[in-house]
Nanobody
Framework: QVQLVESGGGLVQAGGSLRLSCAASGRIFSFYFMGWFRQAPGKEREFVARMRWNGGSTAYADFAKGRFTISRDNAKNTVYLQMDSLKPEDTAVYYC?????????????????WGQGTQVTVPS
């Protein structure tokens, strides 16, 4: 019923930029929040950014503030994560997630729907 498909990952040099996309299909009207999470090797999954599906109420992890921007294209039912000034520590698998909750925290437990992930690699 619900499918989230990430794309746009790849290899970029430190200081470079990358834009990830998350195409949503299915029962998207059940979504209240869209989020991005990442999981680096040897680390737990961590919150990156989220926004209300209607396009407002954005929030970012501290490491993402000023560098990453979450946005949405209503016509395409697609959420983006613009990543600028990338660092080697940003290397991770990035996941798109959707939540039907009226309010969310930064916990991945608040999100019921997940994409398959897309790899972002920033060499040292």
């Amino acid at each position: 019923q619900v499918q989230l498909v990430e794309s746009g990952g790849g290899l970029v040099q430190a200081g470079g930029s990358l834009r990830l996309s998350c195409a949503a299909s299915g029962r998207i009207f059940s979504f209240y929040f869209m989020g991005w999470f990442r999981q680096a090797p040897g680390k737990e999954r961590e919150f990156v950014a989220r926004m209300r599906w209607n396009g407002g109420s954005t929030a970012y992890a501290d490491f993402a503030k000023g560098r990453f921007t979450i946005s949405r294209d209503n016509a395409k039912n697609t959420v983006y994560l613009q990543m600028d000034s990338l660092k080697p520590e940003d290397t991770a698998v990035y996941y798109c997630a959707a939540s039907g909750r009226l309010s969310v925290t930064m916990s991945s437990n608040d999100y019921a729907y997940w994409g398959q992930g897309t790899q972002v690699t920033v060499p040292s």
